[in-house]
């Protein structure tokens, strides 16, 4: 696929002159006009190697203007970084909207360079890829352009460059931290290279390939290339989902059609005072010390909270963050999303609060809002929302896989019992402020919020991340319920030997071993039984 790569194209220095004027005006509009909507914009830089992949990058910080454009390397990771799931870092680099990122290899270098060292499967790899995938399409569904450079030249045209480049001690090639050396193995990288970019060659997400040889060539070419990709996206709406996302099914109408999981709760549970003041104070310290274990093993925590309004979720709260070191937690309290948040993928603000290695987070309701308030209240489009539960099952997979032990926790009440709640609530000076209009106008669409919740459960409870339903009519019984759930997770999780903690993942899987996968692509009977070790 790279024979259109090598065939010798260039540009001479009077053309590229003229052409480079004319395309930098057009760059600057095209910049104004982006910086005025909503769509974000990322730019994928790879290649093989002394392509100039880092002249591209300059030549287009001169081009633009830099107050819209940021620039990323992912060179050796961080301790925050390794400390939490990978796509984190990424997350972080995501571009506000009306503005530009680029990546320098972005999440394709780390799997290119595992599979280059053979630290994983072409299986494996392809996994990794499907991954790549869902996270492209996410992006793009959002409204994000999404463009992908490869850059690539003949084996002996990167020879010649290398050549050159290492006669430079002051060259931007030589100046780069060391990484794999890819142009060792020439015909192995291109093979890599070509696996990747069939499997992630996307109508919502192409690769572009770029002969490296002729740098004039190359930089139009480029800058080209981005000129049409954002002229064409402002010009056209994101791609539309609503073909393809999740449909509610349509149900009788008779009452005992309508049924729902939080109909089949027994809300008449109830513990006695002594009983609970016997098992709270037991359950406390053994989270306390749960915590202390977690956080010598590394094994980081994030706990979601969803319910009702007066629903419990406050009270079920501070009995655990009591129980713990205030050193190792965050409670994250989630209203409505900020400018910043705004301006960014709804799952953004809830990335960057990921705990690192050993370290807990208790979210205040969370990213189910995109299915629950933003569903019923319309402040998220039906593609939008129906989406979103794929979206989250997603990310929540990437949490747990990465070591996250994740609890998710609906905390209920009858609407009867939320009425006195809420009159109580008016009666207690101290308790007044957690009463809004927007509290009892919520109560007007209980049937719309029940059946919400009903249809998250079902799409949402999964055997990685599964929903606790809490009975939360009799407080004691519910706080008593949460923390015996958060002893049981916990500890199980922590009697489970992982392979890997968190950070970065070969492939998708950290082998205990670097030199365990065979030149056929598959594990030896070396690394199949330091897997199954691993594993057990």
């Not at 919740?453 to 949460?482: C, F, I």
């Amino acid at each position: 696929m790279f024979e259109a790569t090598k065939v010798g194209r260039s540009v001479n220095k009077e053309d590229f002159k003229e052409e480079q004027e004319e395309l930098r005006t057009h760059l600057l509009s095209v910049q104004r006009e982006l910086a005025l909507t909503d769509i974000p914009v990322i730019v994928i830089v790879a290649g093989v190697s002394a392509a100039g992949k880092g002249e591209v990058v300059n030549r287009l910080n001169e081009w633009l203007d830099t107050r819209g454009l940021q620039n990323f390397a992912y060179w050796d990771e961080t301790d925050e970084e390794r400390e939490r799931p990978r796509y984190w870092r990424f997350w972080r680099s995501m571009p506000r909207r009306g503005e530009i990122s680029i990546l320098f290899g972005g999440w394709y270098l780390t799997p290119i360079e595992h599979r280059y060292q053979e630290l994983c499967t072409d299986a494996e790899l392809d996994a990794e890829l499907n991954r790549i995938v869902e996270f492209e399409r996410m992006l793009s569904q959002d409204g994000a352009v999404v463009v992908k450079f490869w850059f690539h030249m003949s084996e002996q045209d990167q020879k010649a460059r290398l050549n050159e480049l290492s006669r430079d001690d002051h060259s931007r090639w030589k100046m780069v931290p060391s990484k794999s050396k890819f142009s060792e193995q020439y015909q192995a990288f291109e093979r890599i290279a070509e696996r990747i970019i069939l499997h992630t060659d996307r109508g919502i997400a192409p690769w572009y390939l770029v002969e490296a040889q002729d740098r004039r060539y190359r930089d139009l070419t480029v800058g080209k290339t981005l000129l049409h990709a954002i002229r064409t996206r402002l010009s056209e709406p994101p791609p539309d989902e609503h073909n393809t996302a999740a449909a509610s099914a349509e149900l009788p109408s008779s009452p005992s059609a309508q049924i729902t999981l939080l109909d089949q709760l027994d809300m008449t549970l109830a513990l006695p005072r002594e009983e609970y003041k016997r098992e709270i104070k037991a359950l406390q310290a053994e989270i306390n010390e749960l915590a202390w274990t977690a956080y010598n093993q590394n094994r980081s925590m994030v706990l979601v909270f969803e319910g009702v309004d007066a629903g419990g979720k406050g009270g079920a709260i501070r009995r655990i963050t009591s129980s713990i070191d205030a050193r190792l937690f965050r409670s994250i309290p989630v209203a409505a999303p900020t400018d910043e948040e705004k301006a960014h993928h709804y799952l953004w603000r809830f990335w960057r609060h990921i705990p690192r290695a050993g370290y807990i987070t208790i979210y205040d309701r969370s990213w189910y809002g995109r299915v629950l308030v933003e569903r019923v209240e319309g402040f998220a489009s039906d593609a939008e929302w129906r989406r979103a539960y794929s979206e989250i099952n997603r990310f929540e997979e990437q949490l747990v896989d990465s070591g996250v032990i994740l609890l998710k926790f609906w905390l209920h009440i009858t609407q009867d019992e939320q009425l006195a709640r809420f009159k109580a609530r008016e009666d207690v000076p101290y308790k007044r402020y957690k009463m809004t209009d927007e509290d009892w106008r919520n109560r007007e669409k209980w049937p719309l919020y029940k059946s919400a919740v009903n249809e998250m459960a079902v799409r949402t409870s999964t055997k990685h991340a599964p929903w606790t339903l809490v009975e939360g009519n009799d407080k004691p019984y519910a706080r008593v319920k949460v923390l015996r759930t958060v002893c049981e997770t916990v500890k199980d999780a922590l009697k489970q030997q992982r392979g890997h903690t968190g950070g970065y993942l070969p492939c998708g899987e950290r082998l205990p071993d670097a030199n365990q996968v065979s030149p056929n692509g598959k594990l030896s009977k070396k690394g199949e039984k330091a897997r199954e070790k691993a594993n057990a």
